[in-house]
């Protein structure tokens, strides 16, 4: 981390820490983030030259307070930070992605300043290089749909815009008494509100913990009338505030998450953004006189002030590796509340795809997909249902996601049941049918912002970088390669959905090297085997006799990425090496019609659906194969990743081994290659 980050600020914490609070110390993860940032927390007794923490100002924060005092040594408060989790942390105990750790004060306490209080008010806020990753990160929290907490629900419709938006607050919260304000406070925000738009239509928006029925609000159904109005679903704060004509709070974080919409909030108390020139104050701070944008604001609040942790990687991290964790734990979240009846999932995954979409409600298994289809209807759950089991003719009456593995998958081969780190859903299709349109078609074309496009561009690097490839298996050392213009030609399993779906009028590896060959007959052709093929799981092989004056080389188990950096071309009909050439700069042709065909960044031979009218550039590609469409999992926290995080693991090889049984079944299954049909 920077010096302008967490490490250069916090000189003044003690490193051992000590409290005196049952619910402190059965915090792990406060525990874990301490101790990552040098510090070490205990329960009982300070030493001299010790701390004392406490939680904030909550009910038991005096007990610290008073052992501060008697033994005169510093206190600490720490509290969450501003992007926290999905749920509130009342909720099973779901802990926070961002803790703000105070030597000073406490943000929300304006009766004193605070750290945050004082780095806002400091040269760091202001630096170019800082507020330019305040602008970057402001937008991508828009733009993927963050706020504090994520138990919303994205597609709950927004009223229609122009109206004023009052926000509600948990009674009793030391934010609000903290702040200058009280429960009086609330019914006077409504009065103002009233009072400055009397032909506005006013929503008062219910807290998330009110909403779940944790903690009380101010505000009930007697404060509603014809022209206010009680707003208790889920709806995105995002999208309330783009669609608001004016935000009134007391001191709830709403508000600064207001002025990075462009509001001027109406503010009744003095929370941490009041008083530097970006909000309406009732009360304003006269210590507070420096003038900030939103930029620096942000910087300050989310850049500079907080400890953020990486549960993944179990580490300290900046706020852009947090917000790519929070986003992949979101998008599931949001993806599986409802639930979802599994269709067509072979015995051996389905404990890994409880793990990927029965962490919010567990997934329901039913082998027909015209059974699972009325259950999902009758429950208001959705369908899940292996993209090649699905019958033919079907048509879903609930909504359905067809999943696939994704294109980072593994350490080692789906045929023999080694379980993926990448799935994909498509309620639209699936990627590899080219008959109609995918939810991949869809993002290949939609343009991304910059800060996609700076994604995208550095994970491109890093597995050109590392190496890595869907399979990631141990290959063989390269024989000497014939020089001249080498051509890769990846073989294909022939009876894989991909080739039944996509391919044109080449549907097989010997008629793939055929038409290679015809329209490059001085060329050295290297043909490499699909592992599944040469595992002998999967049908595809090609007798030596017919490869004899057609190959040049066909070099035995070797390492896909190995072959890339060793060749000109890429010849193939279907094969996802194709796309993993594109990544690295080589030229693809193709017979077929896969996903990353017809975009204009391949050479087309074969049928181009004529939806992929768009020009993308390869960004922009890699952004929707490899970020955005698939789901990550990670084995070794056990939650749902980011990219980079599988990167790293397949990278690394950090990857738990399957089970014995899995192992056991693989075998099994590669003795019996050629009954496969009876189980797939």
């Known amino acids: 981390m920077s010096d302008t980050d967490w490490q250069g600020i916090r000189t003044s914490v003690p490193r051992r820490l000590w409290h005196q609070n049952l619910s402190l110390l059965r915090d792990k993860r406060l525990h874990r983030m301490l101790a990552l940032a040098g510090h070490e927390l205990r329960f009982g007794l300070p030493k001299p030259g010790d701390g004392v923490l406490v939680w904030g100002h909550s009910p038991t924060a005096w007990r610290g307070e008073a052992l501060a005092r008697r033994h005169h040594l510093p206190l600490i408060r720490v509290e969450d ?209 420096t003038i900030l944008t939103p930029a620096a604001l942000f910087a300050g609040a989310m850049i500079l002030a907080p400890l953020w942790y990486d549960p993944c990687r179990d580490r300290l991290c900046d706020l852009e590796t947090v917000i790519d964790q929070l986003q992949a734990e979101t998008c599931a979240f949001r993806e599986d509340s409802k639930g979802h009846v599994a269709a067509g999932m072979r015995l051996w995954k389905r404990g890994r795809l409880q793990d990927f979409f029965g962490r919010t409600k567990a997934l329901h298994f039913c082998d027909d997909p015209q059974k699972a289809d009325r259950i999902a209807k009758a429950t208001d759950k959705s369908l899940l ?68 496009t700076a994604r995208a561009l550095a994970l491109i690097d890093r597995l050109k970088t590392q190496g890595v490839s869907k399979y990631n298996l141990s290959g063989q050392t390269l024989p000497p390669l014939p020089e001249g213009h080498r051509i890769l030609v990846p073989g294909q399993v022939e009876d894989d959905a991909s080739i039944r779906k996509g391919a044109g009028a080449v549907r097989t590896n010997l008629g793939l090297l055929r038409a290679v060959r015809a329209a490059n007959p001085g060329a050295v052709l290297i043909y490499k085997p699909h592992p599944d093929v040469e595992a002998g799981l999967r049908p595809g092989a090609i007798a030596h006799a017919d490869l004899v004056g057609l190959v040049d080389v066909t070099p035995s188990h ?19 090496l194709g796309f993993e050439a594109l990544i690295r700069g080589i030229p693809v042709t193709c017979l077929g019609a896969p996903f990353y065909a017809g975009w204009g960044l391949t050479k087309d031979l074969g049928p181009v659906p004529r939806w992929r009218s768009a020009r993308p550039d390869l960004a922009q590609l890699a952004h929707a194969a490899l970020i955005t469409y698939p789901r990550y999992w990670d084995p070794v926290s056990r939650r749902p990743c980011p990219p980079e995080v599988a990167l790293d693991r397949l990278a690394s090889g950090n990857i738990p081994h399957p089970e014995t049984l899995n192992r056991l079944l693989s075998k099994l299954q590669g003795r019996f290659a050629s009954l496969a049909h009876l189980w797939r």
């Open 81 to 289: 930070a501003f992007l926290r989790s999905i749920h509130p942390g009342r909720f099973r105990g779901e802990a926070p992605l961002g803790l703000l750790v105070d030597p000073v004060g406490m943000h929300f306490n304006a009766a004193c300043p605070s750290l945050l209080e004082q780095i806002l008010q400091s040269p760091n806020v202001q630096k170019s290089n800082i507020l330019d990753r305040a602008a970057a990160a402001i937008s991508r929290i828009l733009e993927v749909d963050l706020s504090k907490y994520n138990n919303f629900d994205p597609d709950c419709p927004v009223p229609a815009p122009g109206y004023v938006l009052i926000v509600d607050q948990t009674r009793d919260d030391a934010a609000i008494r903290h702040a200058g304000a009280s429960a009086a406070s609330f019914p006077a925000m409504l009065a103002a509100a009233r009072t400055a738009f009397p032909d506005r239509k006013i929503l008062i928006r219910t807290h998330p913990e009110t909403r779940m029925g944790l903690r009380p609000g101010h505000f009930g159904p007697n404060d509603t009338n014809a022209q206010v109005s009680l707003l208790t679903d889920p709806i995105s704060p995002n999208r309330l505030l783009a669609s608001a004509a004016a935000v009134f709070t007391v001191s709830s974080q709403l508000g600064f998450e207001a002025i990075l919409h462009g509001h001027r909030p109406h503010v009744f108390g003095q929370p941490f953004y009041a008083g530097w020139g970006l909000t309406q104050d009732e009360q304003p701070l006269p210590r507070r006189q």
């Open 385 to 452: 249902l292996w993209a090649g089991r699905e019958p033919e003719g079907f048509t879903p009456t609930a909504p359905c996601l067809r999943v696939e593995d994704g294109f980072l998958r593994s350490r080692g081969l789906g045929a023999e049941l080694v379980p993926p780190l990448s799935l994909v859903t498509d309620d639209l299709g699936i990627y590899y049918d080219s008959s109609r349109p995918s939810r991949l078609d869809t993002l290949i074309a939609t343009p991304l912002s910059p800060q996609g």
């Open 558 to 576: 070797a390492d896909p990425v190995a072959l890339l950096a060793n060749v000109q071309e890429v010849w193939t009909m279907t094969s996802l």
